[in-house]
């Protein structure tokens, strides 16, 4: 990912009522200092997603706390020199999820929630884009270490799945092992596996695509476990880990199996 460096600078807060004039003395009057009450706004970072580049501004102070990743792009969190960062590989939808938990800190969740139920509202298609928006959101906290973010993204990402009664599409299982990194992915790749065979061995045969039937799915998955070695092994270790355990799969339902609490661009 290349940052781009700007030359323009952020515009400086002025009193517009900076300069007066005495009418005598044609003498002008210091500029009054800022109320306590209303504190200069703290310096904004420009991030460009996707590659169209999507502009948008975050709160540098907090952005740079997140992650070395953007403290060692953006520096010194209370200058205002003007730096853009440009992630071409980035979604916009996710990225601004991620905006949204910097600005909300703990008020995030409560967002996020209100956020999946007006899509779910809304229909499929909308679920179906905030889905794919959460999973990416996943992987990018998983990327940069936001182990926190990862936890609640996994949690939404459940909850999303109860909601609208899906089972796990094979489109995900083909993003997770063809496009996406192995460390970044695990959570999400072994969560999926569990799906997976909670469907193959008696769960419900539920669809996350209205014109897939719910018996041509689990053709889909064993096609995808001759054709991908990785997700045949995960699923291989998921299956003997469940044997040794002595768990019944078919009431191990990974969809109430909440952590700590292609897809469109």
């Known amino acids: 990912m290349v940052p781009l460096f ?3 600078g952020f515009g400086r807060f002025k009193d517009s009522h900076s300069r007066l004039t005495a009418s005598a003395s044609q003498k002008s009057v210091p500029s009054p200092m ?20 999507q502009r948008f501004k975050v709160n540098k102070r907090l952005l740079c706390a997140t992650s070395p990743f953007f403290a060692d792009r953006f520096g010194d969190p209370s200058s205002s020199k003007s730096i853009s960062l440009w992630l071409p590989r980035e979604s916009s939808s996710m990225f601004g999820l991620f905006v949204d938990w910097v600005h909300l ?17 809304a229909g499929l298609e ?3 884009n905030i889905h794919w928006s959460l999973i990416r959101l ?9 182990y926190r973010l990862q ?18 599409p094979s489109g995900l299982i083909t993003f997770l092992y063809t496009e996406c990194e192995d460390l970044a992915a695990i959570r999400l790749r072994r969560w999926a596996v569990a799906m997976v065979a909670f469907s193959f061995t008696g769960g419900p045969r539920l669809t ?12 889909r998955f ?40 292609p897809p469109p661009q």
Request: include cysteine; charge should be negative; proline fraction near 10%.
């Open 126 to 128: 909308a679920s179906q």
């Open 208 to 219: 996350f695509h209205p014109q897939q039937s719910a018996t041509s799915e689990p053709t």
């Open 34 to 53: 800022p109320s306590p009450s209303q504190p200069s706004p703290e310096p904004m970072a420009t991030v460009l997603i996707g590659p169209k580049q």
């Open 151 to 168: 936890d609640l993204a996994m949690d939404s990402i459940q909850d999303l799945y109860l909601r609208c009664d899906w089972d796990v």
């Open 105 to 121: 800190g703990l008020r995030f969740r409560p967002h996020l929630d209100e956020m999946i139920s007006n899509a779910y509202d």
């Open 222 to 261: 064993s096609d995808l476990l001759e054709e991908l070695p990785e997700f045949a092994s995960d699923y291989d270790i998921h299956m003997e880990k469940m044997r040794l355990s002595g768990l019944d799969i078919r009431f191990k339902n990974p969809h109430a199996a909440h952590s700590s609490q």
């Open 6 to 8: 700007s030359p323009s």
């Open 138 to 146: 996943h992987l990018f906290a998983s990327r940069l270490g936001l």
